[in-house]
Each structure stands twice: as C-alpha cells, then as structure tokens.
C-alpha cells in the first residue's frame, strides 16, 4: 500500500475578499461574502476557532462554477451578477 498524502487548500477571509489595496479570490468584498452566507447563497466555511473561518478552495470553485453555469445547489441558491 503506498502513503497518499490527501491536499486541501484552504481560504481566509482575506484571501477570499477584494479590498481597494488587495485582489482576493473574488472581486466583492469581506461584508458581501458575509451577507451572502446569511443569505445562504455562499458556503458557509468552517469554523476552526472563535474567529477563525476558513473554506476549502474546491468548494468556493464549485461555487464559481456553479454561478457561471446557472446550476442551482441546495447548498445555496443561485446569485444574480
């Protein structure tokens, strides 16, 4: 049996987000990403301390992906650009 080591990048929210000084993984910003979790229209994340949330970059791909091809998820609703 070999040893496979299992890789998974993971996002904070600085890397996520846009600010005037910072591109991030997505052109809104920290206060958007929120308000669309509240929504339910972006993964949630992963909370791994008191203030410390992080996503796995697979699921904020299938996100993307999911938004540019209109497929609706239960795992979030479908938002309009």
């Known amino acids: 049996?070999?040893?496979?080591?299992?890789t998974c990048r993971v996002l904070r929210m600085r890397q996520l987000a846009s600010t005037p000084y910072s591109i991030?993984?997505?052109p809104?910003?920290?206060t958007t990403i929120w308000r669309?979790?509240?929504?339910?229209?972006?993964?949630?994340g992963h909370k791994i301390g008191p203030k410390?949330?992080?996503?796995?970059?697979?699921?904020?791909?299938?996100w993307l992906e999911d938004q540019?091809?209109?497929?609706k998820s239960n795992q979030y609703l479908t938002i309009k650009f």
Do not use: C, H, R
């Open 1 to 6: 049996m070999t040893d496979q080591k299992l």
């Open 24 to 26: 991030g993984y997505l």
């Open 28 to 30: 809104v910003s920290a």
């Open 36 to 44: 669309w979790i509240k929504e339910g229209t972006f993964p949630k």
């Open 52 to 62: 410390t949330t992080i996503w796995y970059e697979s699921e904020v791909k299938n």
């Open 68 to 71: 540019s091809s209109g497929t």
